[in-house]
């Protein structure tokens, strides 16, 4: 039996394989689509979810792994954090085809919420690094991640 | 009711039906090359809402309810260019509606509709006119109904911000309290039709957000996968890695075994010509996605690999450029390149190649479908509604009509999902498993059993006058042609992939010849994003710069030189077979003005124009690159800096475009963005090989593209203002970027990089060149 808590709602799995990925217990269970499958691999962070508030890839992270923990995704994001950057995204007007961005921001939520001073546009690159968006929309997330911190800080 | 033509491609008629409904008008109308035909006209779903009398029609574009809500449907697929916002907003413009009382929804595939391929970069350039005529014919019927109701002439009304206005009584009423009306109004004629003008444009060329971005940004939006249907069942494929493999025998008992995996489907193989066959293979049916991806790796398959088993990309790169090397058919010849070279002079040539390339949109194809006994209906996120409507229904051996083809937001297409192969595997497996099943593709199905962009070599000749401009010029690619994903006997380019930047070289050389060699494919190939512009514009960019070193000359006077005067270039009468994209050569001539002044704006944004930069810095260099296509211009300068240990950074890209008149300015702006950061993934690291027959990489890891640290620090893109007709823009700014960045590495480092891509190659300083 598994419980965790996702999105602040407590979910008990009974007969699941513990070793499925978070993604496909997050898609296929409990159809919170939000978190996207791209790669399965670890390598593009289109899955990027929080178990307890650390930045998680969903899709080679076990279901036990959250076992008694806390697991938010992107319907569940929230805070001022997020509030700041979902108004930046919006100003930047930063999604292509969008697929990539529920894993941008909850990417970037973890950066500007863990990080206490204002980024150079280098380290904002290298903690994004992990996210691919084949679209190309990097200089606008990069913009709007700065501006979200601004707004944030002041 | 009438029963028009449907795509009667001669037709200039534009007459709407009308069809009057308890509380609404129903504007219907298609669109077809030449114009706006009438269609079939039935009420949409909002109509069953508000009256509960009808059914539900997919024909119908725009939907206007008593409430004042303002339903129009997007019949081009959304894969981030922005058209599901662009042209209903064009339509809302010509009406001069309150966007916010938009609805957009997405239709279905129909032939009714017109052309729905979402490629080829065609949406605005070809549907733009026709959007504005239906947002003005619904117009002129609101203004209609108004006047009559205040018993005033039309003249003096006018519509303003979803209201009909007369000025003098300062009389008003809303759009939806008139619709009823406006609904039993005559349908006004061609010419008795008045468009805005530019002055009086709301959205266009201004734009408006993104429809779907909330959407996006919440997690609700809704891509292939995110498709769930009662009982659905979920199937992976294991696929021949050789294509047109066939499966001689595979472990099914063991695979059962699994937990949660049901069922197993051997689907046969495909036969020549592959076009959007189903690929074949062994699908494992599950009940849920991890059941049937560790069902999938227990699964052993014994191959008959087939005829490509032998199929190496070396070596085929090899024959490419012998290929491109010798004597091809010729495309074009201006003068008589052979007698000039036998004059002698400053000889230069160069050879380029490029590797295959996949797609990989961050969704990879996926599909999901239900199917009866006489009828299918298939979710998938689809560039070509119809083209998935057709190919399925070939495979079930339905009639079309019979199925339905709703489509999803696109996670990304580049052209992968213009081809529906994914699509036709869901609704096979649907009928052999009896209940829904959604296919998922993943990233190594993606990567390996792609349709390929073709991998292809350049070859370059020219000799130079004593004013160091080139007196002869001859060009020549050798690349697997997509003619053979149809046909496969094809082995040359068609004139239209030669076309794409290649017969159509705008450059002012008064003997030049342009000849095409034979490849020979062995995987399927497909146009991606831009397609032969990649290869071309890449080698005629490199060469163009490497004369301009051999002549001992600025790159960018050099590039004007070689453009010379503004001027059309006329390849009708030059003899050459050239679609122009399927546009109309007089409205998109091909036209140097507007290539030189591209080109010069992007240098001037970057100081190329005040002469040398003054702060070069070694190994920081700077490269440009200019080129048309899909009617549009782009130049391209871009700003390298090049560690010691061979890093490549790119401080700054700078783009003009000449879109013609751009719709939505800031998605111009996005895809050019888009573009570059595209261009420097396929320049950077783009490269699909094969070995055996099989393809080698599998991921990210092995097939990278570009991320954050791998983009310029700025994008400056800079919008030549026009009111020329909108030509493309979802490809026009990618093929520009390679060649640019290839001559900024050389001005950087002198090393001059012919081969793709740039991580097979060392860029780090070597100390005895110091
Ligand atoms: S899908 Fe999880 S990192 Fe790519
Ligand atoms: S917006 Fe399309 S992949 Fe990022």
């Known amino acids: 039996m598994l419980r965790i808590r996702v999105n602040g709602e407590l979910r008990e799995f009974a007969d699941l394989d513990p070793s499925m990925p978070l993604l496909w217990l997050l898609r296929d269970h409990l159809e919170l689509t939000g978190t996207r499958y791209s790669c399965g691999e670890g390598l593009c962070g289109t899955c990027t979810i929080h178990v307890d508030g650390q930045l998680i890839r969903s899709c080679t992270t076990p279901a036990s792994y959250a076992d008694g923990k806390s697991v938010t995704t992107i319907e569940g994001l929230s805070g001022k954090t997020a509030d700041a950057l979902r108004k930046a995204w919006h100003k930047f007007q930063v999604p292509q085809c969008g697929f990539c961005q529920a894993g941008q921001l909850m990417s970037a939520e973890h950066l500007l919420r863990t990080s206490d001073k204002i980024l150079s546009s280098e380290e904002m690159d290298s903690a994004m690094a992990g996210n691919i968006c084949r679209c190309g929309t990097y200089t606008r997330i990069r913009d709007a991640i700065a501006t979200a911190a601004v707004e944030l800080d002041s | 009711m009438s029963n028009p033509t449907p795509n009667n491609p001669t037709s200039t008629r534009r007459d709407f039906l009308r069809y009057t ?18 269609r079939s006209l039935q009420p949409n779903h909002l109509f069953d809402e508000a009256g509960g009398n009808a059914d539900w029609s997919p024909n119908v574009f725009v939907t206007l309810a008593a409430d004042g809500t303002l339903t129009i449907i997007a019949h081009r697929s959304e894969m981030g260019t922005g058209i599901r916002t662009a042209l209903p907003m064009v339509v809302a ?42 947002g003005a014919t ?8 108004a006047a009559k109701l205040w018993s005033l002439p039309a003249s003096e009304c006018r519509a303003e911000f979803h209201t009909i206005v007369h000025d003098a009584s300062k009389r008003q009423i809303g759009f939806g309290e008139i619709a009823a009306s406006a609904a039993t109004m005559p349908v006004p004629s061609n010419d008795q039709l008045q468009l805005k003008t530019p002055q009086q444009w709301r959205y266009v060329g201004k ?81 849920d996605t991890w059941s049937a991806l560790q069902g999938r790796k227990a699964l052993e398959v014994e191959w008959d690999p087939g005829k490509h088993r032998n199929f190496d990309s070396e070596i085929q790169r090899a024959d490419l450029i012998q290929s491109a090397q010798h004597k091809g058919t010729v495309v074009r010849e201006n003068g008589d390149v052979d007698t000039e070279f036998a004059k002698g002079g400053k000889r230069i040539s160069a050879t380029y190649d490029l590797p295959h390339l996949a797609h990989v949109p961050m969704e990879t194809p996926c599909a999901t479908a239900r199917v009866t006994a006489d009828s299918a209906e298939v979710w998938m996120p689809t ?156 080698g005629v960019s490199c060469f163009a710069d490497e004369l301009a070193h051999a002549a001992g000359q600025d790159p960018l006077d050099y590039l004007l030189a070689l453009i010379g005067e503004p001027r059309h270039v006329d390849l009708d009468a030059m003899g050459v077979q050239y679609s122009n994209y399927g546009g109309s050569i007089v409205e998109h001539p091909i036209d140097t003005g507007r290539l030189r002044a591209v080109l010069m704006r992007a240098a001037d944004n970057a100081g190329l124009r005040q002469g040398p930069p003054s702060t070069k810095e070694l190994r920081r260099g700077v490269g440009i690159a200019v080129h048309r296509s899909f009617l549009g211009y782009v130049a391209n300068v871009v700003e390298v800096a090049v560690t010691d240990t061979g890093q490549l950074q790119i401080p700054r890209v700078h783009i003009a475009v000449d879109c013609g008149l751009a719709v939505h300015p800031d998605r111009v702006v996005a895809q050019m963005e888009g573009a570059a950061v595209f261009g420097i993934s396929l320049a950077k690291f783009g490269r699909i090989t094969a070995k055996n027959g099989r393809v080698e990489q599998s991921n990210f890891h092995d097939f990278p593209v570009a991320r954050s640290i791998d983009a310029p620090q700025q994008i400056d893109v800079d919008i030549i203002p026009s009111t020329e007709p909108p030509t493309g823009v979802g490809e026009v700014g990618v093929p520009p970027l390679a060649p640019a960045l290839l001559n900024a590495i050389f001005d950087a480092t002198g090393k001059r990089i012919r081969s793709l891509p740039i991580n097979q190659h060392d860029l780090s300083r070597d100390p005895l060149a110091d």
């Open chain 2, 383 to 538: 560039q070509t509604p119809q083209s998935a409507q057709r190919s399925i229904a070939m495979a079930l051996r339905l009639r079309p009509e019979n199925v339905t083809v709703h489509v999803t937001l696109l996670g990304g297409g580049f052209g992968r999902k213009s081809k529906p192969d994914y699509g036709v595997e869901a609704a096979l497996l649907a009928r052999e498993v009896g209940a829904p099943v959604q296919v998922m593709w993943t990233r190594a199905d993606d990567i390996q059993h792609d349709y390929f962009h073709a991998d292809s070599a350049l070859h370059f000749e020219a000799t130079l006058n004593d004013d160091g401009m080139p007196s002869a010029w001859l060009q020549r690619s050798a690349f697997t042609p997509i003619g053979y994903t149809f046909n496969p006997k094809s082995k040359t380019g068609s004139g239209g992939e030669m076309g794409q930047g290649f017969s159509d070289i705008p450059f002012d050389i008064p003997n030049l010849r342009v000849e095409n060699g034979p490849a020979d494919p062995h995987l399927r190939i497909g146009w991606l994003r831009s397609v032969c512009n990649i290869f071309h514009a890449f």
């Open chain 2, 207 to 287: 734009g408006k957000p993104l429809y779907d971005l909330q959407d996006i940004i919440d997690g609700s939006a809704k891509f292939g996968l995110d498709i769930k249907l009662p009982g659905m069942k979920v199937a992976v494929i294991e696929r021949c890695p050789v294509l047109g493999g066939v499966a001689k025998s595979w472990n099914e008992s063991v695979v059962l075994a699994v937990v949660g995996v049901e069922k197993l489907v051997h689907l046969p193989a495909a036969k020549e010509p592959y076009s959007f066959q189903a690929l074949g293979g062994i699908a494992i049916i599950a009940r």
């Open chain 2, 93 to 134: 413009d010509e009406m001069d509606a309150d966007w916010d009382r938009v609805v957009i929804q997405q239709g279905d595939a129909d032939a009714r509709y017109g052309s729905q391929n979402t490629d080829g970069s065609r949406s605005i350039r070809n549907h733009l006119n026709a959007v504005r005529d239906a």
């Open chain 2, 21 to 38: 409904v308890a509380g609404g008008l129903s504007l219907a109308f298609a669109v077809s090359k030449t114009g706006l035909v009438a």
């Open chain 2, 138 to 145: 619904a117009r002129h019927m609101l203004i209609a109904a």
